[in-house]
């Protein structure tokens, strides 16, 4: 067993000057910065900007064209001609998931993300291979980040064959999350997808993870449906809701009740903070009590050529977003993709409190305001206290030659 050692000469969250004991992968005592010399194992930490890693809360590694040549855009205007196209994209794909997923997923950890939620596809037309193609790329990776799955119907559930009992093989195989929809906008039957899909939470035990993209009435009557079911199927604290672009685009008096029914059964809010549609009132709802966290989507995918796998850039985004300049703004951006991230998650086992594994990123800035102005190329990724990343290039790539 190895002996502890020291991450030395750190300021966490920008504060004082701080020495970490490394305990077998686990953080031990914390003191001030001590003027010693570095001893065996030490680690210097050069008076870094450190904090816990990046939380990547909603992605889609299954479907990333990343590493591959250029591809123009292609997807047309409306969401179920964008998913046809993207189903015609991945059928003619040749490159393996190993491949193109596995090298988004290397760019990600370089930046500082070590906890990952995925979304993977469960179409009858990709078939079982594409699933058990990310659970091998998960057992390749999990040495360097902590992924869960969302088994995830995007080409329907209730008016696609097959999609169920996909899905449920999923689970059985170890999926944590049950996965869901627009259950108005896609399936057309918003009772029959959510019977489905929180039926099939409650049966596995696991947690529920639905996209809504549908917006105004619509959408709020479509979360108070989610409530009512979390409500029935006792899933509280372990619901998502992706986007839900409809909180953000009627006045906040009506959509406060909705929030508190929000905060009281724990269903978080995952976003990523887009430009051109309403986006969930990160302010109002932090205030009411609900964790609202951050996530990529589509990584240079069908969906969109953008994206670049750096949460510390969607941290940026969310700020700028809501005109965030204070240093307290900046700082509750920055939580949203880190610790509010880990929250909804339901993983208590993240943060810098003795005992935590001891996965840290450092930063060479004054401050995290600083950080998420300059989002530096320097930084330093550490897992179960060992340097797995620097620069943004991971030291050991599992990819193969």
Not at 17 to 32: H, L, N, S, T
Not at 305 to 332: C, H, I, K
Request: with cysteine; aromatic share 6%.
């Amino acid at each position: 067993m190895q002996h502890p050692y020291w991450l030395r000469n750190v300021r966490p969250y920008g504060g004082a000057a701080e020495d970490i004991e490394i305990v077998a992968g686990r953080i031990g005592a914390r003191r001030p910065a001590a003027k010693l010399p570095l001893a065996a194992g030490d680690i210097d930490g050069g008076g870094q900007l450190l904090t816990p890693p990046l939380v990547e809360a909603h992605t889609h590694l299954d479907k990333t064209l990343w590493s591959l040549p250029w591809q123009p855009h292609s997807a047309a205007d409306n969401l179920r001609a964008r998913i046809d196209n993207e189903r015609r994209i991945l059928r003619e794909q040749t490159v393996p998931i190993a491949a193109r997923a596995g090298a988004l997923l290397e760019h990600c950890i370089a930046q500082g993300t070590q906890l990952l939620r995925c979304h993977v596809d469960a179409d009858p037309e990709l078939g079982w291979a594409h699933i058990e193609a990310m659970f091998e790329l998960r057992r390749q990776y999990a040495e360097l980040i902590d992924i869960e799955f969302v088994t995830f119907p995007q080409a329907g559930l209730v008016t696609r064959p097959g999609a169920a009992a996909l899905m449920r093989q999923a689970l059985a195989a170890g999926m944590e999350n049950v996965g869901g929809l627009d259950p108005c906008g896609i399936d057309g039957d918003p009772v029959a997808q959510l019977t489905q899909v929180f039926a099939l939470a409650a049966e596995f035990d696991r947690g529920v993870d639905i996209h809504l993209h549908d917006g105004g009435e619509l959408g709020l009557w479509q979360i108070a449906r989610i409530c009512d079911f979390t409500e029935q199927y006792r899933r509280q604290g372990r619901v998502m809701l992706s986007h839900a672009f409809c909180l953000g685009m009627l006045p906040w008096p009506k959509v406060a009740p909705l929030a508190a029914r929000l905060a009281a059964n724990g269903i978080s809010i995952v976003t990523t903070a887009p430009a051109d549609i309403g986006v969930p009132p990160f302010a109002e709802l932090s205030a009411a009590g609900v964790t609202v966290c951050l996530g990529s989507d589509g990584i240079r995918d069908a969906w969109s050529p953008m994206g670049n796998g750096d949460m510390l850039e969607r941290v940026m985004l969310q700020a700028y977003r809501f005109y965030e300049r204070t240093d307290a703004g900046l700082r509750a951006a920055f939580d949203a993709g880190t610790v509010n991230g880990a929250r909804a998650l339901g993983r208590a086992d993240y943060g810098l409190a003795p005992g935590q594994p001891a996965h840290f990123l450092l930063l060479p800035a004054q401050t995290v305001g600083e950080a998420i102005a300059l989002r530096p190329r320097a930084r330093t990724v550490i897992r179960h206290g060992r340097v797995i990343a620097r620069d943004g290039v991971l030291l050991n790539s599992r990819l193969s030659a």
